[in-house]
């Protein structure tokens, strides 16, 4: 397994933007496909967006498409999370991810690494 560990998370107002970072130790971020996902209170954990090994394939969430963005750089073996146009229902604990699996899944059982959430808190 990997160590992984997010940053970027805080408060800011609706319509704002945050970048969320994802750091790896221990291995390789580039021998995983890569994902985030989101947790509010009282809610299941929720998939945001995932990316290919090589970055060259990504996936969102239907919550999310068009206003978030997952990158990865593997020469700093890290994973980002670009949000724009943040709305409230964005709030919640968000959590970096990693799987060896061969294809992008959206399923949260599917990935066996998880960082220690960072929260987003969006004001309205």
């Known amino acids: 397994q990997v160590q992984l560990v997010e940053s970027g998370g805080g408060l800011v107002q609706a319509g704002g933007s945050l970048r969320l970072s994802c750091s790896a130790s221990?291995?390789?971020?580039?021998?995983?496909?890569m994902g985030w996902f989101r947790q509010a209170p009282g809610k299941e954990r929720e998939f945001a967006a995932a990316?290919?090994?090589?970055?060259?394939?990504?996936i969102y969430g239907d919550s999310v498409k068009g206003r978030f963005t997952i990158f990865r750089d593997n020469s700093k073996n890290t994973v980002y999370l670009q949000m724009n146009s943040l709305k409230p229902e964005d709030t919640a604990v968000y959590y970096c991810?990693?799987?060896?699996?061969?294809?992008?899944?959206?399923?949260?059982?599917?990935?066996?690494?998880w960082g220690q959430g960072t929260q987003v808190t969006v004001s309205s």
């Open positions: 221990g291995r390789t971020l580039s021998s995983y496909i």
């Open positions: 990316i290919s090994r090589t970055g060259g394939r990504t």
């Open positions: 991810s990693a799987t060896s699996r061969s294809q992008l899944t959206v399923a949260a059982q599917d990935f066996g690494s």
